[in-house]
């Protein structure tokens, strides 16, 4: 059964960074899409970046130049560094495993 867990939500002013991790128990986490989506409370989940196995990486034009996911496949975890952070990015953030298994998620909160 595959679980994912995040860290490093937290609470930061605007222009700030965070960095959120997804530790992953899977087996074939190399050659896996991981991604980080994010909800806030009267609206669908939202992706925010992916990985593929072979590195390529997409993200939503909202974050495109503040945010960088990255992955160590010897650590199964992916990355999420967000920089330069607007009240807007505040979320919910949740990992995800080959759009299939989600993590329990993790708060985000940006204060102007």
């Known amino acids: 059964q595959v679980q994912l867990v995040e860290s490093g939500g937290g609470l930061v002013q605007a222009g700030g960074s965070l960095r959120l991790s997804c530790v992953a128990s899977?087996?074939?986490?190399?050659?896996?899409?991981m991604a980080w989506y994010r909800q806030v409370p009267g609206k669908q989940r939202e992706l925010v970046a992916a990985?593929?196995?072979?590195?390529?990486?997409n993200y939503v034009d909202s974050v495109k130049g503040r945010f960088t996911i990255s992955r160590d496949n010897a650590k199964k975890t992916v990355y999420l560094q967000m920089n330069s952070l607007k009240p807007e990015d505040t979320a919910v953030y949740y990992c995800n495993w080959r759009s299939v298994v989600w993590g329990q998620g993790t708060q985000v909160t940006v204060s102007s």
């Open positions: 899977v087996s074939i986490f190399s050659i896996s899409t």
């Open positions: 990985i593929t196995g072979g590195g390529t990486t």
